[in-house]
């Protein structure tokens, strides 16, 4: 029979720490999925999910059951993923012009490889990455942060006011206006096909 989170968790607690390995190895894709979806970045993702695992490791004594052990873990991961956001559009508005990012990367989304298709099919998903990447970008950090733990983690609506620290009203809020400017701006794109 597999342990329960808070089996594990009360194990964790108790120092234990086969029981936080288990939480580690059960959450850990998930606070990666989610990372990635907010930060648009493997490696930013990757550093994420440590940050997120070594800040609940540092305060497990003071976890309180209110919320899943889940939703705590999700709230620590999108807090220091929009911290990493802020981070670096502080740092991109700092460096000279023409500046290439470190490993001379271009936005994660761009760069996803795809199975060979026609160079019409090319020309268009290029566009639309670019306009899906510049809607997404355009949305406020809480209107992302809802949208993702939404619309692909399938969280409740609970769960993602919980998650941002929202009321149940603000989150869905937050929801309404990224899925309107995401129509907004999209809209061109689909009413083309």
């Keep these: 029979m597999e342990e329960t989170d808070a089996a594990a968790?009360?194990?964790?607690?108790?120092?234990d720490k086969d029981g936080f390995?288990?939480?580690?190895?059960r959450h850990s894709r998930s606070v990666f999925r989610l990372a990635y979806r907010l930060t648009g970045n493997?490696?930013?993702?990757?550093?994420?999910?440590?940050?997120?695992?070594?800040?609940?490791y540092k305060q497990l004594r003071n976890f309180e059951s209110r919320a899943s052990f889940g939703t705590w873990l999700y709230r620590i991961?999108?807090?220091?993923?929009l911290d990493l956001i802020r981070a670096r559009k502080r740092h991109q508005e700092n460096r000279p012009a023409g500046y290439a990012d470190v490993n001379g990367e271009a936005d994660a989304l761009?760069?996803?490889?795809?199975?060979?298709?026609?160079?019409?099919r090319v020309a268009y998903s290029?566009?639309?990455?670019?306009r899906i990447s510049s809607a997404m970008g355009a949305l406020s950090e809480q209107?992302?942060?809802?949208?993702?733990?939404?619309?692909?983690e399938g969280f409740s609506i609970e769960e993602i006011a919980s998650t941002l620290g929202l009321g149940a009203s603000a989150a869905k809020h937050s929801i309404f206006r990224a899925v309107?400017?995401?129509?907004?701006a999209l809209e061109p794109a689909v009413s083309s096909l």
């Design 126 to 130: 290029t566009q639309l990455e670019h």
């Design 9 to 15: 968790l009360a194990r964790a607690k108790a120092g």
């Design 143 to 152: 209107e992302r942060s809802a949208f993702v733990l939404r619309h692909f």
């Design 21 to 25: 390995r288990l939480l580690v190895e």
């Design 110 to 120: 761009l760069s996803i490889p795809a199975p060979e298709p026609g160079p019409d």
């Design 42 to 56: 493997e490696q930013d993702a990757e550093d994420v999910v440590q940050e997120t695992f070594l800040r609940a």
């Design 77 to 81: 991961a999108a807090n220091y993923s």
């Design 180 to 184: 309107q400017k995401l129509r907004k």
